[in-house]
């Protein structure tokens, strides 16, 4: 089945620090990526997504590129900040192959990042 | 915030017990999913329903069942509880079932088992 495997945390950096959260993905069918950010108590909010092969997602100063040559969404952000601690979730999205359709969310196993000032 | 709400935000139970979460999705959003998050499975996807119809179908286990109602709102049930049902249960909503379409999440229940 589908699958997604991201970098094992936590990750703990200094403000302004180049952050980089490699997530990979396996997928029978052509699915689309995301990333997703949980804050403290909070729920989950999408940051980005990515609907086909080389297409960049972006927010917030947050960037990913969909490689489908090496199934990969790897989550980049150039300068973080303090306010960017959070766990980040790498999602996939893919139609089923059953006779009722849908799009569930297959997540990987989340990455911690703690940034300190 | 989302526009999705869930209640209630805590719940305390005992093992054997059956609880009841709601799930209020954005208005107009006909799909509403459900996760559960706890810290040996990760996020997992239980249920989907799409305009009172079940659409697709997770890891969701037999004590648990989930139903959409005409107003669009959902309720997970989870019965016989035992101590590792504890996590907690994300519900999300979107407008249609598609793949492209953005999920967006509710603040989620704590459920505890005793």
């Known amino acids: 089945g589908d699958s997604v495997t991201q970098m094992e945390g936590p990750v703990t950096l200094s403000e302004e620090a180049f952050l980089t959260i490699n997530c990979t993905y396996t997928a029978t069918g052509y699915p689309s990526l995301f990333w997703y950010v949980q804050y403290p108590g909070e729920g989950l909010q999408l940051l980005l997504k990515?609907?086909?092969?080389?297409d960049k997602g972006s927010n917030k100063g947050f960037e990913a590129t969909y490689r489908k040559e090496t199934t990969s969404f790897h989550l980049e952000k150039g300068s973080v900040q303090v306010s960017d601690s959070a766990v980040y979730f790498c999602?996939?999205?893919?139609?089923?192959?059953?006779?009722?359709?849908?799009?569930?969310?297959?997540f990987g196993e989340g990455t911690q990042l703690t940034v300190n000032p | 915030d989302s526009g999705v709400t869930q209640t209630p935000k805590h719940l305390i139970t005992a093992t054997g017990q059956r609880v009841t979460l709601r799930c209020s999705p954005r208005s107009g959003d006909l799909s509403v999913y459900w996760y559960q998050q706890s810290l040996d499975q990760g996020l997992q996807f239980l249920i989907q329903y799409y305009n009172g119809e079940e659409r697709a179908k997770g890891n969701i286990l037999e004590r648990f069942s989930a139903q959409q109602f005409p107003d669009l709102h959902s309720e997970l049930n989870l019965s016989s509880l035992e101590l590792g049902d504890s996590a907690l249960y994300f519900c999300?909503?979107?407008?249609?079932?598609?793949?492209?379409?953005?999920?967006?999440f509710g603040p989620g229940t704590r459920l505890t088992v005793l």
């Open positions: 999300a909503s979107s407008a249609l079932g598609g793949v492209y379409n953005e999920q967006f």
């Open positions: 999602a996939l999205s893919d139609l089923q192959r059953l006779r009722l359709s849908g799009s569930r969310l297959t």
């Open positions: 990515a609907t086909k092969a080389d």
